[in-house]
């Protein structure tokens, strides 16, 4: 392989890296031109206008991650099911110039009869395996949609989908709550995003625990501010309830670094480990993707 | 007594009902006067001007209960503490003009150091044990925040506060699953709704259970007008499945009819018996209260 150009086109993102054959990252970009900004049929020219130097010099290759695969993206690359492995990817991948520009495909898992999806994660995750050199691990991938992954022998087994970042967004802005919080999002409060992931743990359910915001307030027993970072721990703990979480188990954790803190703050309660990983875990997963393939 | 002017003055609008002595309700008046469109300052004037005629009667009683009582209403009427009863009440109504007008206390309670307040509703509890002739019971009042309610010995020990409603709205209006559900509310589909309150009850939590309305759409499992139904199952199974309801036990369903027949099908899934009991448990509450005061 020559270079790779490695490209996460998200629903309000796009961010590409030209990375040499040995996976080291020579540039960055980033543009407010997710596929919700760009017109139906004017994705190739989004692309050439962003990435057209790049893809100049004779045998780079692209290959392209997220929403950009889906129904509203450039073409829709059908879902791989699960159990998934890297190869079950690389094999699906949906070329748009045959040995040039791929989309990698999301991937999909059925549970009780009720689908859930991912596109983007899983190039993340693979990216983090790598990474990390793990073959079994349980991952999540924290924000507006978070995603709880489980894999075993370098397969996705399964996954499931929370909408905690967008319910706690709802609740923030949008709920009776948003009266009684400030219009800024103030910095953690790590006392009361504690005490309000502990609330969750042994709270009843979100429904009625997110009240509390209200009448914590109305009784003058807490701050605004403090407020915000209490709301954050409640739904966050919400989430992490579910998941049956045992003392000594670890997760690896992974998104922005503010929402990495959040979540392994908020793990520790369960008494669980966490490693890291930041958002390189998707250039690294494309690389590692494009290594697989068959030299152009 | 008299006559009784009992009035329902709460958040969005404004109730009055013109009743005997012997609790024959003579006349209703409504209007969209809630607190919240009344400029502080105001509610006297407001008062008059909707029911001034009505307490020209020598002798006429007046009584008002909801969010009147509030910070934001009229005159705040300090919360009455659980356990309450009907007297606790009577006894410490916020007198405004003595023995003619007054507004009803709300309720709190406090469990793990969180308090949790209602206003108005301690009336409709009140009117429908007196409706049903029951002193002791387990009652729901469904609704943007619904109140879940233990009464024992006439006393009310504790109840609990949950954004079931509210929490609808906000997905149903402001989340990514606006985008599949129809913009008007469509008719029930019972048959979409026994399935979101079952998926609930089996389910891992709402941030996830919520996820599936977008996926069922993705994989167009079901239309768009189910998907609403759906989704109102999945809001109030997950209210319901916290209840720890057992089989066979009785729950008292208020509020609004379309709201009562929802609850009961989904309360019938745990094997719940349901009694129900109208908007008319306010005035009935309004006017037991009246008639346990001395007279003028």
Redesign the interface.
């Known amino acids: 392989m020559r270079q790779l150009v490695a490209i996460d086109w998200g629903t309000s993102s796009l961010r590409g890296a030209l990375m040499t054959p040995d996976g080291a990252v020579l540039d960055v970009r980033s543009f407010a031109l997710g596929i919700l900004s760009v017109p139906q049929g004017g994705f190739e020219e989004t692309f050439q206008s962003c990435f057209g130097d790049w893809m100049q010099q004779p045998g780079t290759r692209c290959l392209m991650s997220g929403m950009i695969g889906s129904?509203q993206g450039w073409r829709e690359a059908p879902y791989c099911p699960c159990p998934a492995s890297f190869r079950d990817l690389a094999t699906q991948l949906l070329w748009l110039e045959p040995g040039r520009l791929a989309i990698v495909p999301g991937l999909t898992v059925e549970q009780?009869g009720?689908?859930?999806?991912m596109r983007g994660e899983e190039t993340q995750i693979f990216g983090a395996l790598q990474l990390l050199g793990l073959h079994d691990a349980r991952l999540v991938l924290p924000g507006t949609?978070s995603k709880w992954v489980r894999v075993q022998g370098q397969q996705v087994l399964d996954f499931?989908?929370?909408?905690?970042g967008?319910?706690y967004a709802?609740?923030r802005q949008?709920?009776?709550l948003a009266r009684t919080l400030p219009v800024e999002e103030p910095p953690l409060d790590a006392y009361a995003f504690a005490d309000g992931v502990q609330?969750a743990r042994?709270g009843?359910?979100?429904?009625?625990t997110?009240?509390?915001v209200r009448?914590?307030s109305?009784?003058k027993?807490r701050s605004a501010d403090a407020l915000a970072s209490y709301l954050s721990g409640l739904?966050i703990g919400?989430?992490l309830?579910?998941q049956r979480l045992q003392a000594g188990e670890s997760v690896v954790v992974m998104g922005s670094a503010t929402l990495q803190a959040r979540y392994s703050q908020a793990l520790s309660t369960w008494g669980v480990r966490t490693q890291t990983v930041g958002d390189t875990a998707t250039w690294h997963g494309l690389h590692a993707m494009a290594l697989s393939l068959p030299a152009l």
């Open positions: 129904q009780a009720v689908p859930d999806v949609h499931s989908t929370w909408m905690t967008e319910v709802l609740l949008h709920s009776i609330a042994q009843a359910g979100l429904l009625h997110a009240f509390s009448t914590l109305l009784f027993r739904v919400e989430e309830k579910a």
